[in-house]
């Protein structure tokens, strides 16, 4: 008998179809690309960009976007230190599951707290996680404000809002660190292309 958290009497399924099996179909290994950073630091942008660039090389990726999620899954959830960490487990576990399926995952979330960016790499294989972090300025960040929150937070309209005032605990062993280059972005095709290579050089993009 097994028991996981609050269930009893739960037994994990075997299929005879497992994962080494679908990513011989897909000819790519599954893997999660965890786009972390500040509001406003082109999470989205790189990944729509990472997303197009593996498609155009007949490679199959999902986007797991932070917002998209909190319309369905995380709707349920609020910012509260606890709610954050919980949506944060819930992609995890989502994102996990897309690997194992065989897929390239992309997570495109703000992701503030450390604690639990290491957990959902722990859910993986470490090489199976790659974190990229968007070391963007936070007056860069700040001066976009596509969606106007700064100027809600600066103005006390949203509280605990990243940045302002709650922290973002920037990763200390990322994978990918993206940052400008003599204060210019790099383009939204470069960003997907370093990417990419590191995907090509860890040998996510085929079988062998």
Same mark, same amino acid.
């Given at each position: 008998?097994?028991?996981?958290?609050?269930?009893?009497?739960?037994?994990?399924? #075997?299929?005879?179809?497992?994962? @080494? #099996?679908?990513?011989?179909?897909?000819?790519?290994?599954?893997?999660?690309?965890?786009?972390?950073?500040?509001?406003?630091?082109?999470?989205?942008?790189?990944?729509?960009?990472?997303?197009?660039?593996? %498609?155009?090389?007949?490679? +199959?990726?999902?986007?797991?976007?932070?917002?998209?999620?909190? %319309?369905?899954?995380?709707?349920?959830?609020?910012?509260?230190?606890?709610?954050?960490?919980?949506?944060?487990?819930?992609?995890? #576990?989502?994102?996990?599951?897309?690997?194992?399926?065989? +897929?390239?995952?992309?997570?495109?979330?703000?992701?503030?707290?450390?604690?639990?960016?290491?957990?959902?790499?722990?859910? +993986?294989?470490? @090489?199976?996680?790659?974190?990229?972090?968007?070391?963007?300025?936070?007056? /860069?960040?700040?001066?976009?404000?596509?969606?106007? +929150?700064?100027?809600?937070?600066?103005?006390?309209?949203?509280?605990?809002?990243?940045?302002?005032?709650?922290?973002?605990?920037?990763? /200390?062993?990322?994978?990918?660190?993206?940052?400008?280059?003599?204060?210019?972005?790099?383009?939204?095709?470069? /960003?997907?292309?370093?990417?990419?290579?590191? /995907?090509?050089?860890?040998?996510?993009?085929?079988?062998?």
């Amino acid at each position: 008998m097994s028991t996981i958290s609050n269930s009893t009497n739960i037994f994990w399924q #075997e299929c005879p179809v497992g994962k @080494a #099996e679908r990513q011989k179909l897909l000819n790519q290994k599954g893997c999660v690309v965890w786009i972390t950073g500040l509001s406003g630091s082109g999470k989205s942008t790189l990944a729509c960009s990472l997303s197009r660039e593996l %498609h155009s090389r007949g490679k +199959l990726s999902y986007i797991l976007d932070g917002d998209n999620l909190r %319309h369905g899954i995380n709707k349920d959830l609020g910012f509260k230190p606890e709610d954050r960490t919980e949506n944060i487990r819930r992609v995890g #576990e989502i994102a996990k599951l897309f690997a194992d399926a065989g +897929l390239i995952c992309i997570a495109s979330l703000i992701s503030p707290y450390r604690k639990d960016r290491d957990a959902c790499r722990a859910m +993986l294989p470490d @090489a199976n996680f790659i974190e990229v972090f968007m070391n963007m300025p936070l007056e /860069l960040c700040e001066s976009r404000d596509a969606k106007g +929150l700064y100027k809600l937070a600066r103005a006390g309209k949203i509280r605990g809002f990243t940045g302002i005032d709650d922290p973002y605990e920037q990763p /200390l062993n990322c994978e990918i660190e993206i940052q400008q280059n003599n204060g210019v972005c790099p383009l939204p095709a470069a /960003l997907a292309g370093q990417v990419v290579t590191y /995907l090509e050089e860890k040998g996510f993009l085929q079988v062998e």
